[in-house]
């Protein structure tokens, strides 16, 4: 068991906790989008509020307040996700199905849009949400829901059923996690069906292509992600769900080489993913524009969701890197201070200050791409996502097995196994990534040798695992190598040719407006050096000594412009 205990992460999870949370609920039902299951329930005529994926929302918070429940213990939330989930039964058609825009008489009849109904993909979530709720509370009554739910689609969509698939993967993982908590072999068998049903162009044409939906190529036969970010990333994470409980090497090898490919070819800098907004998707490989880049913080959680699955699966630590570079750069820049507002879109290059953001008559943005933080979007998948994840991060820190515990992510936290029979807890302390600095302090210790393996980034010295019979109160510290560094960007990437970016530890810096001086636009100023970073005016020749700042730490002093990719001046030799 992991919990992280300091830190910018666990000052994230106490905003979740307090804030993120609690102003999701709220808006979800000023905004009727819960209040749609009481309507249901009720068997009266109603106009459903919100989009398709409305109810995907509701259960995305039941499985954040699940997750904060057993990560913190009993609070005030706890009511809420309760609550909302007697609501949800309630709303559950005799026969197991369960969707508050389909099927009534006055509605459309179910399943009559697999593009996008989104029916499949809200019974993937709440099935995600009950097995969380399962967890945390020990009761049944979401659980009973899904089971129910999750029946009616093996026989919907069986081998004698519908070959059909949902436009937006998410079902596929989800049975797999009911299969998990219930042991239930169908669910295992119907996800691994869906996922090779995929790809035989079950899903009309749109136009977007069939890569949209992933439905052009089988998932066996894909060799990179593409189409609409999110839905591929969940296809890919269950997949790897499906290989890893069914012994599949061949799939998950497939997923290796999708992953890997799309890491070098089609993944921004920050680890963001999707450079179209049209169709919030993949790019075409090296197609990854600074100012265009999309990078869905729905994305984010779901690349950090694939990249998991892919450590568990084989322990190799390039998984566990991008989901650092995930983490710091797409998950910790979308909230607010205040936990209150967040991005949808993480763009790479802000060329104005954010200004006026078109809202509808209920107070909600209607744009994803703004330059700003927002309270609420009419597509509000991204809020309950980042609680979600923040709420059940503990998970990520380490992993341990037989022989000892296994350091991925860089967290003041404490660790908890079982080894040789024994308990091994150990202390880690940081201020990560203030400074590189880990302190990792052995509180239990069993009578036998016991590994402890620190993951070495790709951009640290070696950080050697120590194998030894340790004591309580054994201490060793290590030290990351936290100096800036200059990226160049690949040559094929035509949008920021004559470009670098600068990091620092798993931080990519940013460039904004406000530390500029007086009359300098962003547009004027070229890098002269990089450590310091010395700027010079295009126009004037003036140089000027300007911070770069985390990228995550962005619009954070009101509406400004920024770029993560800083042009060179051409008159000297490259920083270095």
């Not at 697999?114 to 979530?125: K, N, P, R, S, V």
Request: aromatic letters at 8%; one cysteine or more.
């Amino acid at each position: 068991m992991n919990r992280i205990t300091g830190g910018m992460w666990a000052d994230l999870q106490r905003l979740n906790r307090t804030a993120m949370i609690p102003h999701a609920v709220q808006w979800m039902t000023r905004l009727g989008w819960v209040a749609n299951f009481d309507r249901a329930a009720a068997g009266e005529r109603y106009d459903h509020r919100g989009r398709e994926f409305a109810d995907s929302e509701i259960y995305k918070i039941i499985e954040a307040i699940s997750l904060e429940h057993l990560r913190s213990g009993p609070s005030e939330l706890d009511a809420v996700a309760d609550d909302l989930a007697g609501r949800v039964a309630a709303a559950q058609e005799p026969d197991g199905y369960l969707h508050t825009l389909f099927g009534r008489p006055w509605q459309r009849p179910r399943y009559s849009d697999f593009t996008w109904g989104h029916e499949l993909y809200c019974a993937g979530h709440l099935l995600q949400a009950a097995v969380a709720h399962h967890r945390a509370y020990r009761s049944t009554t979401l659980l009973d829901v899904a089971v129910r739910l999750a029946d009616h689609i093996c026989v919907m969509f069986g081998p004698h059923g519908l070959n059909r698939v949902c436009g937006h993967a998410e079902i596929e993982l989800a049975l797999v996690a009911l299969y998990r908590e219930t042991r239930e072999r169908r669910y295992l068998d119907q996800a691994a069906l869906f996922v090779d049903r995929r790809g035989h162009g079950t899903l009309p044409l749109i136009e977007f292509g069939r890569a949209f939906a992933q439905d052009d190529l089988p998932v066996r036969k894909a060799t990179v992600l593409r189409g609409h970010a999110v839905r591929a990333l969940y296809l890919a994470a269950g997949a790897v769900d499906v290989a890893v409980e069914t012994g599949d090497d061949e799939l998950l090898a497939a997923l290796k080489t999708q992953w890997q490919n799309t890491v070098d070819r089609r993944t921004y800098v920050t680890g963001g993913m999707g450079s179209h907004h049209m169709d919030e998707a993949f790019g075409e490989d090296f197609v990854l524009p600074a100012d265009r880049s999309y990078c869905e913080t729905c994305a984010g959680v779901a690349s950090i969701m694939f990249s998991r699955r892919l450590l568990l699966a084989t322990g190799e630590s390039r998984y566990a890197d991008q989901i650092e570079r995930t983490l710091y750069n797409i998950l910790a820049t979308a909230p607010g201070d205040d936990g209150r507002s967040f991005f949808y879109a993480n763009t790479l290059h802000q060329r104005h200050p954010g200004g006026d953001v078109p809202v509808n008559d209920d107070g909600v943005s209607i744009r994803g791409g703004a330059g700003e933080r927002q309270p609420w979007y009419e597509v509000s998948c991204c809020a309950p996502n980042l609680a979600r994840t923040l709420a059940g991060l503990d998970d990520y820190v380490a992993t341990a097995d037989n022989e000892g515990i296994r350091i991925h992510q860089y967290m003041s936290s404490t660790l908890e196994a079982t080894i040789g029979g024994s308990p091994f807890t150990l202390d880690v302390t940081t201020d990560y990534p203030t400074t590189g600095t880990i302190t990792v302090t052995v509180t239990q210790a069993p009578a036998v040798p016991a590994t402890i393996t620190l993951r070495q980034p790709e951009w640290s010295p070696s950080t050697p695992g120590r194998t030894r019979v340790w004591s309580p109160g054994d201490t060793f510290t290590v030290d990351l190598d936290l100096r800036e560094r200059v990226t160049r960007p690949d040559h094929r990437v035509d949008a920021v040719r004559g470009c670098v970016a600068v990091q620092r530890g798993p931080d990519v810096l940013a460039l904004e407006s406000v530390d500029l001086p007086a009359g300098w636009a962003l547009a004027d100023a070229v890098l002269v050096s990089a450590d310091p970073a010395v700027l010079r005016h295009q126009e004037t020749g003036e140089e000027a000594t300007v911070p770069l700042i985390p990228y995550r730490r962005w619009a954070r002093r009101g509406p400004s412009a920024m770029r993560v990719w800083i042009p060179l001046d051409q008159t000297v030799a490259p920083p270095r």
